[in-house]
């Protein structure tokens, strides 16, 4: 499945509009996480523990997001985009979606 977030694939040509797929999660913080997560915030630098949870997350919704492509028979999602929103205290939900397309031979 080739998936990009241009609206176009070059070298080819889209045939057909599939629909608009999603994939998803919502992810908690860890106890352990917050603890560092707060001592961290005191000195300053990155928080590997919510910057490896929010990378592990994206991939979770990237699956999810062909899984849905696939189903639906497209060979393609073009102008992939993610959004992320608060849903709770200590939880985040990561979205992301794009057109599903079938695409013709290679030019």
Known sequence: MIYTTTETIPGRDII???GVVT????QSKHIGRDIMAGL???????IRGYTEMLSDARD???NRLVASAAQKGADAIVGIRFT?????D???EIMAFGTAVKLGPSR
Request: proline share 0%; no cysteine.
């Open 90 to 92: 200590g939880s985040s």
């Open 40 to 46: 961290k915030s005191i000195v300053g630098g990155e």
């Open 23 to 26: 994939g998803n999660v919502v």
């Open 16 to 18: 057909e509009i599939v």
């Open 84 to 88: 992320t929103s608060a849903i709770m």
């Open 60 to 62: 979770v919704a990237i």
